[in-house]
């Protein structure tokens, strides 16, 4: 039982992000101390090469345990896998941590793929535990909790392991294992971070409900008949597999980007002290948990998938800028604008595909999801790889990645081209507004429902459709519809054109979508209120024949007469820079044949009792 209705009332939540958090700034800590060290004593193509090599390194396990790691997930208790690759991280970074002491710098790079390798038998069950936790309601802010937290482990990782890295190394080095020595102590600090994260993840609670009951068959992995199965079984929704594959573009366009910048700044900046290098590429974390906060927040009523489009055009752009940047300065804040919309992208996506996936089928298709991501980076990395060997420059390859980014963009706004209009709509006017809704239960989550209220503003139809994931098809003036900019997505959107010569029509076809069971929007006044008051409610809505299954849901707008937006201009004028705040209360369903009068009666009960004075 939840403690109260908040995310954060929820039993295990704040020991399962710990968990998340000390998982992901340990795996980073040595990934950082390995890259610091090839940046110190390499330089130009090699060093490029060597830091695409050790995040091949990290990627390599998430690609041949794609099918176990899936099974694992779906078979076992995602609590006790968790605790138990916590135990397998124990014993390896005591293997680091001797490696760091005897200068064996080969077998720390390759001790690399051991800690990925227990990284991706955690990766099913740590993403496929959010949606046990949490539920269905909260899967949103759940994944945008995590992705924040992950994002802070990076950065604070990031930051602490290089700050104490060239404190303690100073000038007296003269290889790379005498780097390893210098800096050896942060390895017990990998072994203490292992320890308490299998402390906390001993003491999550165990939320699976139905367990797979297949078995695995060594054979049937090793001649690749599960990669087969299992790939089918994610392709089945398409909207999942296509999520999957966005998800891969944008990885691997961040791990190029990453995986050049050391060189770039190094070449192009004479940037040669790695706090420096590693802090700009860390604003993208910072960046990273504001997006993904910001998705999680425009995501309370349902998942928002048109940010996921947002966030691909805006990191498209930013990629494009930053070969042309010329200063430290300039490359954080486009590191950080490239965060933001990176947190845009993944919070929904990630959602979106743990939503739909059957539970009984949940870790298997997160594991592949890990496994075709993989496969992308590890692709991207070889032919950065290449590239480098052929002395092909970093800002080529970043710009190659933007056009990579014009894919990226391409897939999501043709899926969700409308979603992306009303989350940009929401982006926009969130500046500006404060929005509330009461009674949202009321609107039927399925069946024909007809939406009618009072008309106060241009943004009515807006503020309306901002909590619902389903579609409202408004009637809308044939001039409004037939807009030069904005008529394919009132097209897109199945907004329906009426006019005072053909308004027959318009309800005949707003008949026939409330017969398909859609949610159809209607402002019975006609027109915006010049005073605030409710003005006459109009009767043609009532030409809609009754005889479909739904309801009429009356609503009112509170809070945005006297803005901009509407006709009447207050003369007190609130600061251009405070936020108006703006409340709808829906009402109960009533029947379908209720007369104008009646209606007009119920929305002006609900203005006497709420308007604000």
């Keep these: 039982m939840q403690k109260k209705d908040t995310l954060f009332g929820i039993v295990g939540l704040i020991n399962y992000l710990i968990v998340i958090f000390l998982n992901a700034f340990t795996d980073l800590g040595h990934k950082i101390i390995i890259q610091n060290t090839i940046f110190k004593i390499y330089d130009g193509d090699t060093l490029i090469v060597l830091t695409a090599i050790v995040n091949a390194l990290i990627l390599l396990p998430f690609i041949l345990i794609f099918s176990p790691s899936g099974f694992l997930a779906d078979r076992f208790p995602k609590n006790k896998i968790m605790e138990y690759s916590s135990i397998f991280a124990i014993f390896i970074t005591l293997g680091i941590t001797y490696s760091y002491y005897h200068g064996h710098f080969?077998?720390?790079?390759?001790?690399?793929?051991?800690?990925?390798?227990?990284?991706?038998?955690?990766?099913?069950?740590?993403?496929?535990?959010i949606k046990e936790l949490v539920g269905i309601k909260f899967i949103s802010a759940g994944n945008g909790a995590i992705q924040a937290v992950t994002t802070v482990a990076i950065l604070g990782g990031i930051i602490f392991y290089t700050v104490l890295f060239e404190g303690m190394l100073g000038d007296s080095f003269q290889t790379k294992e005498d780097i390893l020595k210098i800096v050896a102590p942060l390895g017990w600090l990998l072994v203490i971070g292992s320890i308490v994260e299998w402390f906390l993840a001993s003491k999550l609670p165990n939320k699976m409900i139905e367990s797979s009951k297949k078995s695995f068959n060594v054979k049937r992995y090793l001649t690749g008949a599960y990669l087969h199965k299992n790939m089918k079984i994610i392709k089945r929704k398409k909207e999942i597999f296509e999520a999957i594959?966005?998800?891969?573009?944008?990885?691997?366009?961040?791990?190029?980007?990453?995986?050049?910048?050391?060189?770039?700044?190094?070449?192009?900046?004479?940037?040669?002290?790695?706090?420096?290098?590693?802090?700009?590429?860390?604003?993208?974390?910072?960046?990273?948990?504001?997006?993904?906060?910001m998705a999680a927040k425009f995501s309370k009523y349902f998942i928002n998938t048109g940010l996921s489009a947002l966030g691909a055009v805006g990191l498209t752009l930013?990629?494009?800028?930053?070969?042309?940047?010329?200063?430290?300065?300039?490359?954080?804040?486009?590191?950080?604008?490239?965060?933001?919309?990176?947190?845009?992208?993944?919070?929904?996506?990630?959602?979106?595909?743990?939503?739909?996936?059957?539970?009984?089928?949940?870790?298997?298709i997160l594991a592949g999801n890990n496994f075709i991501q993989n496969i992308f980076m590890f692709s991207f990395l070889v032919l950065t790889t290449i590239f480098a060997y052929h002395s092909i420059s970093g800002g080529i390859l970043i710009y190659a990645m933007a056009i990579v980014g014009l894919m990226l963009s391409f897939l999501l706004l043709k899926r969700y081209i409308v979603m992306t209009f009303w989350a940009f709509m929401e982006l926009i006017s969130s500046f500006r507004h404060s929005y509330t809704y009461v009674g949202l239960q009321n609107i039927p989550s399925k069946g024909a429902v007809l939406l009618l209220g009072n008309h106060v503003s241009w943004l009515d139809w807006v503020i309306v459709q901002l909590p619902l994931s389903r579609r409202i098809n408004f009637l809308m003036d044939k001039d409004i519809y037939h807009w030069k900019f904005f008529h394919a997505f009132f097209k897109k959107g199945e907004a329906i054109p009426v006019s005072p010569k053909a308004s027959k029509d318009a309800f005949k076809e707003a008949y026939k979508r409330l017969l398909d069971a859609k949610v159809v929007g209607i402002f019975p006044e006609g027109e915006i209120s010049i005073d605030g008051k409710l003005g006459k409610f109009y009767r043609g809505y009532e030409l809609i024949s009754s005889d479909y299954k739904g309801v009429i849901v009356p609503y009112f707008i509170d809070g945005v007469f006297?803005?901009?937006?509407?006709?009447?201009?207050?003369?007190?004028?609130?600061?251009?820079?405070k936020r108006r705040e703006i409340t709808v209360y829906f009402a109960p369903p009533i029947p379908n044949d209720t007369k104008a009068d009646d209606l007009k009666s119920i929305i002006q009960e609900l203005k006497d009792r709420y308007e604000t004075k």
């Design 562 to 577: 006297g803005s901009s937006f509407s006709k009447y201009k207050n003369k007190n004028k609130k600061s251009f820079f």
């Design 106 to 129: 080969y077998t720390a790079f390759g001790m690399t793929f051991m800690i990925a390798f227990q990284s991706a038998i955690y990766g099913p069950a740590k993403y496929g535990y």
């Design 318 to 364: 930013v990629v494009f800028f930053i070969p042309t940047s010329t200063s430290l300065t300039q490359l954080g804040i486009i590191f950080m604008l490239f965060g933001i919309f990176s947190g845009f992208l993944m919070v929904p996506l990630n959602a979106q595909i743990q939503f739909l996936s059957p539970r009984v089928h949940l870790g298997t």
């Design 245 to 293: 594959l966005a998800l891969s573009l944008f990885w691997s366009i961040s791990q190029v980007v990453l995986a050049v910048f050391g060189e770039y700044a190094k070449s192009k900046l004479g940037v040669t002290n790695t706090i420096f290098v590693q802090g700009v590429m860390a604003l993208a974390g910072i960046g990273i948990v504001i997006g993904s906060i």
